[in-house]
């Protein structure tokens, strides 16, 4: 199986922190790449894509790192509601008859205390 | 527009009874999966349907059935449950195979 590896954390920071969490990915071949989110017994929703060239969304900066196969999401003036667990997420493509399915890492915790 | 729903939320069951976990989306989109969820497992792939009338297994299909019944639906059938089989199951749905995914909102399965 194709792995994505991330430290589960769980990191424990307080509102207003920057907090970074990182992802590697086993498969060179990877095309795409994001950030979910999932609240304590909820389901994963998309946070944010990740495109070579980096991107943000608000006080979120995903980057990418192909030659490394190493992917980070930066968290900028951290707030009480971005507790939850972070899922790295890597498309592979070709997987079995498929398009490409998605391979999810275990998720990085993330707990923002006042 | 709910998105993608999923019955019933908690069940639980004793080994060796069967169940069916009922998905749909009202997203128009092609592709649906069910996956399941253990702790410090992340989430895995059970099976998937890249587009109506297509089924495919994924990582972990044993002890699975699906079926595609239309566009919106996609039921996931337990015939003979077993305790490794508790688990959170979600359904997620795509405009396309290996596009960003939606999911529903969990079926907590325990069984017995």
């Known amino acids: 199986r194709k792995e994505v590896e991330q430290d589960p954390g769980p990191f424990n920071v307080p509102e207003g922190a920057t907090v970074a969490f990182n992802c590697t990915y086993s498969?060179?071949?990877?095309?795409?790449f994001f950030w979910y989110r999932q609240d304590c017994r909820k389901e994963p929703k998309l946070l944010m894509s990740?495109?070579?060239s980096g991107n943000e969304d608000g006080r979120f900066t995903a980057q990418l790192n192909r030659a490394s196969q190493y992917i980070s999401l930066l968290i900028r003036d951290s707030k009480l509601s971005d507790s939850a667990t972070y899922l790295c997420?890597?498309?592979?493509?070709?997987?079995?008859?498929?398009?490409?399915?998605?391979?999810f890492g275990k998720g990085t915790k993330l707990s923002v205390k006042p | 527009n709910a998105g993608v729903t999923q019955t019933p939320k908690f069940q639980v069951l004793k080994t060796g009874q069967s169940m069916t976990l009922q998905c749909a989306q009202d997203?128009?989109?092609?592709?649906m999966y069910w996956y399941r969820q253990d702790p410090g497992m992340g989430l895995r792939l059970i099976y998937y349907?890249?587009?109506?009338?297509?089924?495919d297994k994924g990582e972990v299909p044993n002890g699975y059935n699906v079926s595609r019944l239309n566009k919106r639906e996609f039921s996931l059938r337990l015939e003979s449950a077993a305790p490794s089989q508790t688990s959170v199951y979600f359904c997620?749905?795509?405009?396309?195979?290996?596009?960003?995914?939606?999911f529903g909102p969990g079926t907590r399965l325990t069984v017995l």
């Open positions: 997420v890597v498309k592979e493509m070709n997987y079995g008859g498929s398009q490409g399915n998605l391979i």
């Open positions: 997203m128009n989109h092609n592709s």
């Open positions: 349907s890249a587009s109506e009338g297509t089924t």
């Open positions: 997620a749905s795509s405009e396309v195979d290996g596009d960003t995914q939606y």
């Open positions: 990740v495109y070579s």
């Open positions: 498969n060179s071949a990877s095309q795409s």
